[in-house]
């Protein structure tokens, strides 16, 4: 079974699965990811903090 890593970094969030890393631009004030709630043929919904 594979892993698959979300992170994210100051303005950036990183998703690495199977070998392949995207990385994209996030909003300014993302403070962290909490919680995914789906993953599906390649698609993301997750909760996240944001900083007020």
């Known amino acids: ?19 392949k890393t995207l990385t994209f631009r996030t909003c300014d004030n993302l403070e962290k990811y909490t919680k995914i709630l789906l993953w599906d ?7 996240a903090k944001y900083k007020k």
């Open 41 to 47: 043929n390649g698609y993301i919904e997750v909760l």
């Open 1 to 19: 079974m594979e892993s698959a890593i979300l992170s994210s970094f100051d303005k950036y969030t990183t998703f690495s699965f199977g070998g």
